[in-house]
């Protein structure tokens, strides 16, 4: 995967989406470097959803939830709140029966951590 721009400081390296049984919402774990937890927070959304309950892991990555599943190719945008977002190489490619989508080339499904 080429390296996003890093406008915000930070750099994205892929992500994995999750549906649990029985839930209607979607997970989207994303991994990268160069986060920060600061004044203005972290934002993202997934073509035109919106990227709620955000949680940063230091500044290797976040966590968060979309209330509706993604469409195929909705890509994601991040940034901070006082700032543009970004748009980043990581497009949802539709689901999988495997329980975890992978976002790009180098995302990976739930359970594998070959890359």
């Known amino acids: 995967m080429a390296e996003t721009p890093r406008p915000h400081g930070f750099r994205i390296t892929g992500a994995t989406f999750l549906t649990l049984d029985g839930e209607a ?5 994303v991994a990268g470097e ?7 927070p ?3 959304r997934l073509g035109e959803q919106p ?8 500044d290797r990555g976040f966590v ?10 909705d890509r994601l945008s991040v940034g901070y709140a006082d ?12 689901d999988s029966a495997a329980g975890g989508t992978p976002a790009s080339p180098t995302a990976r499904r739930e ?5």
Do not use: C, N
């Open 25 to 29: 919402r979607v997970h989207i774990q």
């Open 34 to 40: 160069g986060f920060l937890a600061r004044a203005a």
């Open 64 to 73: 968060g939830v979309l209330e509706e599943s993604p469409r195929e190719g």
């Open 111 to 115: 359970g594998d951590t070959s890359q």
């Open 83 to 94: 700032q543009e977002l970004q748009a980043t190489d990581v497009v949802y490619r539709g």
């Open 51 to 58: 990227v709620g309950r955000i949680v940063l892991f230091g």
């Open 42 to 44: 972290l934002v993202a």
